[in-house]
Each structure stands twice: as structure tokens, then as C-alpha cells.
């Protein structure tokens, strides 16, 4: 049912550049956790170095009792079988078939007979809605099947941990929404340990249980989504909230000042907009991990925006409101199993759909 990594003190410079330090987080087990981050923070670094392969200059990256940080190569081999991966950009093999690239971590890490890797492969392939395209290469699919493929890659050897660095990246509104609610399905029926890197707003705000975020060589803050949708820190309100008013600039940070001409020119920041509900799966029902709506706010005395959990919002951020749908106006749990499905979810994980 996933595990738990706990992160301490971590820090990473390539020679002289600091590309983080001292981060701690804990990816609670289970849950889906996105990392937010202006492009060169070192999202894909810390990726990197979760998984082993790079070395952090110092702190510790605890997971099943072990550090990760101070195994040997061998030991490490083992705890990588933990893991699966989603790379940036894919990193597929252009001359293999679907099925060959998705075949090849069972070849190389196991010793299952072709007989069992095929039906491995084809339940992965049919998971991310894939089945009918096992033969094609890489280079002849668009972009949304191969970030399938890669996904269906990183599950062959049932991982405990997936790591998906930009899944979205370089997909169309109408795919990201796909894409987001088969992350949800996925975590519902494998339970794994969820990490996502993405740039997308929208997503960050309704797919994940937590969400951190990385900036000037730190992390600013990680901690439940609601927690971040209702922080006034400026930086995440900036960040969440896709702004150009704030302390991030386009060099990644704004100097004094361009920061000072903000304030003379009177600027305010906009209210913060309401938080909305979290995607729930393709037959409208809670993960195992899921919270109440509100339920972070409620514990921690915070007073969430105006208007948050009110509709069901969707992972394109567009609110499509129905009076006659009642589930719309909260989250449908196991206690009120009213059965009603939402069509355009239900279509989520069929091939003709997600890509
Ligand atoms: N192997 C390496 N050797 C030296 N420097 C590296 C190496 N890998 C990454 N870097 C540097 O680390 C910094 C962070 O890179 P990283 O790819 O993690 O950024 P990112 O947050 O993932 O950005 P993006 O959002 O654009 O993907 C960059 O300045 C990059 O040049
Ligand atoms: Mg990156």
C-alpha cells in the first residue's frame, strides 16, 4: 500500500552552484503529492536524487527503514525495484515497439518467461489505455500515448513509489484532464506512493493530496494541497495562483527593485480564489487517502477563500455547474454511494479517449 519516504535536510550543488539545500519532506504513503517549482529550481534534480541516482551533498532519504543516501550500488539496485519512474521527456526507445519498451524493465530485472511478461505488459497497456497499439514506435504515436507509454513502462514491476517528472508537459487542456484523472484512478487501485513534477496550476490545485514548492534554492513550503491554497506566503500565493505580481520574476527572482516599483505602483495582491474540490475517481468515489473537503482548514482553525469546495471543479480548472446533479455541491464518499457517474469521466481510461 505504498511507503513512506521521509527526506531530511537534504542538499545538492553541482560544484559550485547550490541547487537546493536543506530540504525536508515526508511523501506520506499512499498519497499523491505534487512538487511545483520555477524552471531550474531543481525539480528534476530532487527527482533524481530520490530515486538514487543522484548522490544529495548531505542529509538523509529514509524509506523502509533504510537510507538511501549511504547504501552501496548493490543495495541501492534493490530499493530502485521500489520505484517507478516517469521521465521528462518520456524516454522511450525510438526503435522499439510500445510493447518491447514496456517489456523491457520485466526482461532486464526479472526472470519471468515471455508468457508472463506478456500478460504483464498488456494489463499495464490496457490500464493506461494502450491495448491496440502494442506494435507502433514511439516515434509514430503523439506525444499524450507516449507519456502512456512511459507510464505504463513505469508500472511493469509494480512499483511503491511512482515519480512522474512533467507528465503534462507538452499536452493539450483536454489531455492534461485525461491524463490527471488516470493519475487518480491509477493511485486508487495501486495505492502507491504518488510524486508529481508539474508547471500546471490546475493540476497542482484539484489532483494531490500535498503540494511543496521549490524556490531560490529551497523549499518554500510542503504540506497538505488545502494548506497551500489558503497560505498568504507570497511566493506560494504567487505561484498557485499563476501571478505576475510577486517575489518571482522572470529570472526566477525579482530583484529589489522591480519589487520596490510593485509596491510604489500600489499593487495588491487579488483575493485569493476559492480551493477547490479534489478530483475524485473515473466512479466518482474518494481514494483511500483522500480527506474531507475542508477537513485541513477545519483542523487548523483556517478559514478557507470564499467559495471554496462548493462546486466540482474539474483538472481544467472549468466548473461546469449542473442544479439537477447533486453530487456537484460535495464530495461523494462511501457513506452516500448514490451509484451516479459522470460520463466524461467514465471514458478516461478507454485508448480513443486519452490520447
Ligand atoms: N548532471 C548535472 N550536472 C550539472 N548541473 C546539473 C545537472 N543536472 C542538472 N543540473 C543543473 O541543476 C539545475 C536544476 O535543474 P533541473 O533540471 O532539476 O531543473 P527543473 O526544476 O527540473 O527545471 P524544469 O522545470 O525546466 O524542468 C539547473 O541549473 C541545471 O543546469
Ligand atoms: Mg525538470
Not at 545538492?12 to 539545500?21: A, D, E, L, M, P
Not at 502512456?148 to 509494480?158: H, M, Q
Not at 527572482?253 to 479534489?278: F, N, S, T, V, W
Not at 468515489?285 to 482548514?297: D, Y
Amino acid at each position: 500500500m505504498g511507503v513512506e519516504i521521509k527526506v531530511e535536510g537534504l542538499t545538492k550543488s553541482f560544484g559550485r552552484q547550490v541547487i537546493w539545500k536543506d530540504v525536508s519532506l515526508t511523501l506520506p504513503a499512499g498519497e499523491i503529492s505534487v512538487m511545483l517549482g520555477p524552471s531550474g529550481t531543481g525539480k528534476s534534480v530532487l527527482l533524481k536524487t530520490l530515486v538514487g541516482l543522484l548522490k544529495p551533498d548531505s542529509g538523509s532519504i529514509m524509506i523502509e527503514g533504510r537510507d538511501l543516501t549511504t547504501l552501496r550500488e548493490r543495495d541501492l539496485y534493490e530499493v530502485r525495484k521500489l520505484f517507478g519512474v516517469l521521465f521528462q521527456d518520456g524516454a522511450l526507445f525510438g526503435s522499439m515497439s510500445l510493447y518491447d519498451n514496456i517489456a523491457f524493465p520485466l526482461r532486464e530485472h526479472t526472470k519471468k518467461r515471455e508468457s508472463e511478461v506478456k500478460d504483464i505488459v498488456l494489463e499495464k497497456m490496457d490500464m493506461v489505455g494502450l491495448i491496440g497499439s502494442e506494435s507502433k514506435l514511439p516515434g509514430e504515436i503523439s506525444g499524450g500515448l507516449r507519456k502512456r507509454a512511459g507510464l505504463a513502462r513505469a508500472l511493469v514491476l509494480d512499483p511503491e513509489i511512482i515519480l512522474f517528472d512533467e507528465p503534462d508537459s507538452g499536452l493539450d487542456p483536454v489531455r492534461t484532464a485525461y491524463l490527471n484523472q488516470l493519475i487518480i484512478d491509477l493511485n486508487d487501485a495501486i495505492e502507491a506512493t504518488f510524486l508529481i513534477v508539474t508547471h500546471d496550476v490546475n493540476t497542482a490545485r484539484s489532483v494531490p493530496d500535498n503540494i511543496g514548492l521549490l524556490y531560490h534554492q529551497h523549499l518554500a513550503m510542503f504540506g497538505p494541497r488545502e494548506m497551500l491554497l489558503s497560505s498568504e506566503e507570497p511566493v506560494v500565493r504567487q505561484f498557485l495562483n499563476a501571478q505576475r505580481q510577486g517575489p518571482i520574476g522572470m529570472a526566477e527572482e525579482k530583484d529589489a527593485d522591480e519589487l520596490a516599483q510593485e509596491e510604489a505602483a500600489g499593487y495588491e495582491m487579488p483575493p485569493l480564489p476559492p480551493i477547490p474540490l479534489q478530483l475524485l475517481t473515473s466512479d466518482g468515489k474518494s481514494r483511500p487517502t483522500q480527506r474531507e473537503p475542508g477537513a485541513w482548514c477545519k483542523d487548523n482553525n483556517v478559514t478557507p477563500p470564499p467559495g471554496s469546495f462548493e462546486s466540482q471543479g474539474t483538472a481544467t480548472g472549468i466548473v461546469t455547474p449542473d442544479p439537477d446533479d447533486s453530487s456537484q455541491n460535495g464530495h461523494r464518499t462511501d457513506h452516500q454511494p448514490d451509484g451516479a457517474v459522470r460520463p466524461e469521466r467514465t471514458e478516461a481510461l478507454t485508448p480513443e479517449a486519452g490520447a
